[in-house]
């Protein structure tokens, strides 16, 4: 029996963590195996590191440009992190939105905040935790990315960016990345079959009814 597919509304799906915890690994893998998924690429002032490619994993702007842009309406969200600027392109997020599909934010807890107040019931928040804040400087120092200086500003900001975990609807510590990950696969598949989202259910339940009325006739 051929079965009916149900339209549904595309959800947010915001990762935040501290530097370090896990959240950008995570999102990586969960593009990977979902491919249907767009990534918001937010704009930052920061410089790019060795490892990075621009419009893949940053937009790499200026001061000037991001306040412009800022300024003019163009970000759906922004927020200083560590001194440097971030934000998140309007336009594309709105046309991803529109076409059905789910949109996956790499943001930190401000920029979260701002999406809430704008976007709550399309959001699906889930905060990453370090197993231990000792695990969480190990795992900055081993990415090699950072100076010692920029290292110890991130372990002071963790406190802060830990306070924020109950504004999430999921927390998830990222002992083990397998683990994890597997536990952030099953929310988004819960989500995406949430009643309010399944926008393509009242044809369904009025073919289902209509089919009933005339067997019981």
């Given at each position: 029996?051929?079965?009916?597919?149900?339209a549904?509304?595309?959800?947010?799906?915001?990762?935040?963590?501290?530097?370090?915890?896990?959240?950008?690994?995570?999102?990586?893998?969960?593009?990977?195996q979902?491919?249907?998924?767009?990534?918001s690429?937010?704009?930052?002032?920061?410089?790019?590191?060795?490892?990075?490619?621009?419009?893949?994993?940053?937009?790499?702007?200026?001061?000037d440009?991001?306040?412009?842009?800022?300024?003019?309406?163009?970000?759906l969200?922004h927020a200083?992190?560590?001194?440097?600027?971030?934000?998140?392109?309007?336009?594309?997020?709105?046309?991803?939105?529109?076409?059905?599909?789910?949109?996956?934010?790499?943001?930190?807890?401000?920029?979260?905040?701002?999406?809430?107040?704008?976007?709550?019931e399309?959001?699906?928040?889930?905060?990453?935790?370090?197993?231990?804040?000792?695990?969480?400087?190990?795992r900055?120092?081993r990415r090699?990315?950072?100076?010692?200086g920029?290292?110890?500003k991130?372990?002071?900001n963790?406190?802060?960016?830990?306070?924020?975990?109950?504004?999430?609807?999921?927390v998830?510590?990222?002992?083990?990345?397998?683990?994890?990950?597997?536990?952030?696969?099953?929310?988004?598949?819960?989500?995406?079959?949430?009643?309010?989202?399944?926008?393509?259910?009242?044809?369904?339940?009025?073919?289902?009814?209509?089919?009933?009325?005339?067997?019981?006739?």
């Amino acid at each position: 029996m051929k079965h009916s597919h149900v339209a549904r509304r595309g959800l947010m799906l915001i990762l935040s963590s501290p530097s370090g915890a896990g959240k950008s690994t995570l999102a990586r893998l969960l593009l990977e195996q979902n491919p249907d998924i767009y990534l918001s690429v937010s704009v930052t002032t920061r410089g790019r590191r060795p490892s990075e490619v621009e419009g893949v994993h940053y937009h790499f702007h200026s001061r000037d440009r991001f306040e412009r842009m800022r300024d003019a309406g163009d970000l759906l969200e922004h927020a200083e992190v560590h001194g440097n600027f971030y934000g998140t392109p309007r336009e594309p997020v709105e046309n991803a939105l529109a076409s059905g599909r789910d949109v996956l934010f790499d943001i930190d807890y401000q920029g979260a905040e701002q999406l809430y107040a704008k976007m709550r019931e399309d959001i699906v928040g889930v905060f990453i935790l370090p197993p231990s804040a000792t695990e969480l400087k190990t795992r900055l120092e081993r990415r090699a990315e950072d100076a010692s200086g920029v290292i110890e500003k991130r372990l002071k900001n963790a406190r802060t960016e830990i306070a924020h975990w109950q504004d999430y609807n999921y927390v998830l510590v990222n002992e083990d990345l397998n683990s994890t990950f597997a536990n952030l696969r099953n929310i988004l598949l819960a989500e995406r079959l949430r009643r309010e989202r399944q926008v393509g259910l009242a044809p369904v339940i009025a073919r289902l009814d209509e089919e009933l009325a005339t067997l019981t006739d």
